[in-house]
């Protein structure tokens, strides 16, 4: 039963995706591995932004080519008639989408059809739908209508996003109208309700009371409720022990929003861009100008599958492993054939056909492992250059070491030097963090804004006006005690602030002169020494939460108290919505921040969830968006702005 608990994840919505091209039959989708009795159905695919965002972070074209897609398209576009081929829509259910589809079929655009929505469409546009339909004459061309329940973007298994921008802006801003506020509940409340379908069982409900997150976890109670009662069947009946839904607003902890991580996903995310498994790589020259590449992390990509969760060191020690492992198997497989070069295979060269055929069908693996590596040491010397440019490791020492007494001196020497690239933004950011875990004395918090207003004019420090204010409401209510207790974000101990300086001497000495030609050179030695000065790994308030609640036992009794207090909601239970919290213990979580998350939460959930010596969790991590720190810092900004 612990294997039904485990094998359970969101990437299940690929296998949901791939029946869907498939007509939503059984049977494999995979025309190279369809039964030659099949019949080969070739179809268009016609999408909208929603759905387009939905398989761009977990498909490629290759795999829609797989699927049979030959031609995929957005439905507000001009589309090429194809009258003999049958047409696929995965849309979102609006009144917009739908007379779309109305025109395209009076029109014979295409030849059968078959209509999939990103969510359940309701009872009267679906009803709207049928009666044009009927009008059109065109009824018997419409083969099929499914609610998907897709409207979620997954990026990784344990990983997900409802794309919906600046929630945490709109549910903070006094002027949202109490309509507008019901009506983002109720889109957020859509998006989990897809996921909880995706993952194939109902959850208890846990949440944070008198919030967004209440708001939220009230509404989906509801539509749990209602899809139970028509779809009580549907649901997986075999597990034992349910999953637990943890529901958070943002405010929980903001620090950690604008951390500066030593993660490699979360470093990627922040000097870079990753946005639904695309890495948008900035590369500036010497004349300041910049070029701007876009790499693909393929699902299958096995240095990101291994390391993306581990610190840079060990990231830049492994990409030399791996590079060295390639080009031992690769002289390997030269050498059995008695050519020199991998680009000499074919079906004719030497002599021995068993081998050049071992060769031949060698090729692609190692091809593509060639090409993963290479991308990967790109991004990796990229990033060491940018860390030098802008001395952002001395952000990260300041963050991790706030509560050294030596820390604000020298952070007010960190905001005088501006001998590197502009970093007024991450300066900025570091003053937040500062400001939100520690009390401050107010002339060091007036020299820091005098000095970030006289150096950088150009520097928004509306989002300072906003996080004072937040820090100000925070200690007027009490609910800063988590924060307290974890040391806010992933706080490490002052003790460690010897073993960190020496961390990050090394690193501005020895790492940032290297290049992408020179990468791997004498890196192993090096990054084996620097791993052993990482300061201890310790958890984030969010991860707090979490244990407190899925492992009561081993958590803290402030979590616990904190979290004694969150609402309590089963939906497959008649009559009242709640009862008293009941402190058990959960094999799997679902954790979901209203307000935006981060790839620090996420990974920092992931390493307490497979931490050694204790039983195996299975937690995913979603949010309203997964965002950057400087999009974080817009949307305070805006709010600050408010406070003129």
Not at 169 to 181: C, G, R
């Amino acid at each position: 039963m612990r294997l039904l608990v485990f094998c359970r994840e969101l990437l299940t919505d690929i296998a949901t995706l791939e029946r869907m091209f498939h007509l939503n039959k059984d049977g494999s989708p995979d025309l190279t591995l369809a039964s030659k009795s099949e019949e080969m159905i070739w179809k268009v695919l016609v999408l909208d932004s929603k759905s387009q965002a939905i398989i761009s972070s977990v498909l490629r074209v290759n795999d829609l080519l797989r699927c049979g897609i030959t031609v995929h398209s957005l439905i507000n576009s001009k589309r090429s008639p194809l009258p003999d081929v049958s047409v696929i829509y995965f849309v979102e259910p609006t009144i917009e989408n739908i007379l779309v589809i109305i025109d395209d079929l009076s029109a014979d655009k295409y030849d059968n059809f078959y209509i999939n929505f990103t969510s359940s469409i309701n009872r009267e546009l679906l009803e709207e739908f049928a009666k044009k339909v009927s009008i059109s004459g065109k009824s018997y061309k419409i083969k099929q209508v499914f609610d998907q329940y897709l409207d979620f973007i997954v990026t990784e298994p344990n990983l997900f996003s409802l794309d919906l921008p600046e929630v945490f802006t709109k549910f903070n801003n006094p002027s949202t109208n109490e309509d507008d506020i019901h009506k983002l509940a109720e889109n957020i409340a859509n998006g989990l309700l897809a996921s909880i379908i995706t993952l194939d069982s109902i959850p208890i409900i846990r949440c944070q009371r008198n919030g967004p997150a209440e708001l939220v976890a009230t509404q989906l109670d509801s539509k749990l409720r209602d899809y139970l009662s028509n779809a009580r069947n549907l649901m997986s009946q075999s597990i034992q022990q349910r999953p637990v839904l943890i529901i958070l607003d943002r405010n929980i902890d903001l620090s950690s929003m604008f951390s500066h991580s030593w993660i490699y996903q979360c470093m990627v995310s922040d000097v870079f861009h990753l946005k639904r498994n695309t890495i948008k790589l900035t590369k500036f020259n010497d004349d300041s100008t910049s070029v701007t590449k876009n790499y693909d992390i393929d699902p299958k990509d096995f240095f990101w599958g291994k390391n993306s969760q581990l610190p840079f060191p060990d990231v830049v020690e492994n990409a030399d492993v791996e590079l060295n492992l390639y080009k031992k198997d690769a002289q390997e497989l030269t050498n059995r054939t008695g050519i020199t070069s991998l680009s000499d295979i074919n079906n004719q060269a030497g002599s021995d056909t068993a081998h050049i055929q071992q060769a031949v069908d060698a090729l692609p693996e190692l091809t593509a492992r060639k090409a993963t590596l290479d991308m990967h040491m790109d991004v990796l010397a990229t990033l060491l250059k940018e860390l030098e440019a802008k001395s952002l490791d001395k952000f990260f020492e300041i963050e991790q070491n706030y509560n050294n007494p030596k820390i604000q001196s020298q952070f007010l020497d960190i905001l005088k030097d501006k001998s590197k690239r502009d970093n007024s933004t991450d300066k900025l950011r570091s003053f937040l963090i500062l400001i939100l875990l520690l009390d401050l004395p107010a002339n060091f918090i007036n020299e820091c804004k005098e000095i970030l207003h006289n150096e950088y004019p150009e520097l928004n420090l509306d989002s300072f006006k906003y996080i004072q204010k937040f820090k100000q409401v925070m200690k007027l209510s009490n609910m800063s005690a988590l924060n307290d207790q974890s040391s806010g974000n992933s706080s490490f101990d002052a003790n460690a602030s010897k073993n960190n300086t020496a961390l990050f001497n090394g690193l501005s000495s020895k790492l940032y002169g290297l290049t992408e030609g020179r990468i791997t050179e004498g890196l192993s030695s090096l990054a084996t020494g620097l791993k052993k000065l990482l300061p201890d790994k310790q958890q984030l308030p969010i991860t707090n939460a979490v244990e407190a609640i899925m492992d009561p036992t081993n958590a803290s009794n402030n979590s616990i108290q904190l979290t004694d207090d969150y609402l309590y909601l089963d939906s497959k239970l008649r009559g009242g919505h709640s009862k008293p919290p009941k402190r058990q213990s959960y094999l799997e979580a679902q954790v979901f921040v209203v307000g935006g998350g981060n790839y620090l939460e996420y990974q920092n959930l992931q390493e307490w969830s497979n931490s050694p010596n204790k039983p195996t969790k299975k937690v995913t991590y979603g949010s309203t968006d997964i965002i950057t720190a400087n999009e974080f810092l817009k949307e305070c900004s805006n709010l600050g702005r408010l406070e003129n």
